[in-house]
């Protein structure tokens, strides 16, 4: 059974339609999505450091610092994304799948649920993550969405195609769960 670090974060939707995320460990994070290329976010911190995130799908993330360093997560569900190998989950405080997820930590549930299947890779070829932008596009296709829809599913009807709704109100953004 993994046992990983717990880091609860919220965010804020700003007036210019970015995200500031603030963590329980004092990082903060400015994000917004990438004009003209679904399923990216790009933030930069507090701490000097900045990249990309990307939905690969099968609820894969890979994000990439500016120095070109690839680093993958796993969203697991309720608002818990599972980063550097497991050593760590995120929980979102601020949305209903955070809060479940809470929930399930209080009775001692989130943490058992972790397990070895649900990690994020170490690496991936540029081949696989190819053949999982294309499952995603797929996904999005089969389930009538269009735009930037598809993809982590912590959010509203959890069927997996409702992360990016409701960032800013209209009906082509992002939650404010964008990528763990």
Same mark, same amino acid.
């Given at each position: 059974? =993994?046992?990983?670090?717990?880091?609860?974060?919220?965010?804020?939707?700003?007036?210019?339609?970015?995200?500031?995320?603030?963590?329980? #460990?004092?990082?903060?994070?400015? %994000?917004?999505?990438?004009?003209?290329?679904?399923?990216?976010?790009?933030?930069? #911190? @507090? %701490?000097?450091?900045?990249?990309?995130?990307?939905?690969?799908?099968?609820?894969? =993330?890979?994000?990439?610092?500016?120095?070109?360093?690839?680093?993958?997560? %796993?969203? =697991?569900?309720?608002?818990?994304?599972?980063?550097?190998?497991?050593?760590?989950?995120?929980?979102?405080?601020?949305?209903?799948?955070?809060?479940?997820?809470?929930?399930?930590?209080?009775?001692?549930?989130?943490?058992?649920?972790?397990?070895?299947?649900?990690?994020?890779?170490?690496?991936?070829?540029?081949?696989?993550?190819?053949?999982?932008?294309?499952?995603?596009?797929?996904?999005?296709?089969?389930?009538?969405?269009?735009?930037?829809?598809?993809?982590?599913?912590?959010?509203?009807?959890? #069927?997996?195609?409702?992360?990016?709704? @409701?960032?800013?109100?209209?009906?082509?953004?992002?939650?404010?769960? #964008?990528?763990?």
């Amino acid at each position: 059974m =993994i046992r990983p670090e717990e880091i609860g974060y919220a965010d804020e939707l700003l007036a210019d339609g970015t995200v500031h995320r603030t963590y329980e #460990d004092g990082l903060e994070e400015w %994000r917004r999505r990438t004009t003209g290329r679904p399923h990216h976010v790009s933030w930069h #911190d @507090n %701490r000097g450091a900045s990249g990309t995130d990307e939905l690969l799908g099968d609820r894969i =993330i890979k994000r990439t610092l500016d120095d070109g360093t690839a680093t993958y997560a %796993r969203d =697991i569900g309720y608002g818990r994304t599972l980063w550097a190998r497991g050593e760590k989950v995120l929980v979102n405080r601020s949305s209903f799948g955070g809060r479940m997820g809470v929930l399930l930590t209080g009775l001692g549930v989130a943490t058992l649920a972790i397990t070895a299947a649900q990690l994020p890779p170490l690496s991936m070829s540029p081949e696989q993550e190819e053949a999982l932008r294309q499952q995603q596009a797929q996904a999005n296709q089969s389930s009538g969405g269009g735009g930037d829809s598809g993809g982590a599913g912590e959010e509203g009807t959890g #069927d997996g195609n409702d992360w990016d709704a @409701n960032w800013d109100g209209d009906g082509d953004a992002w939650s404010d769960d #964008d990528f763990g």
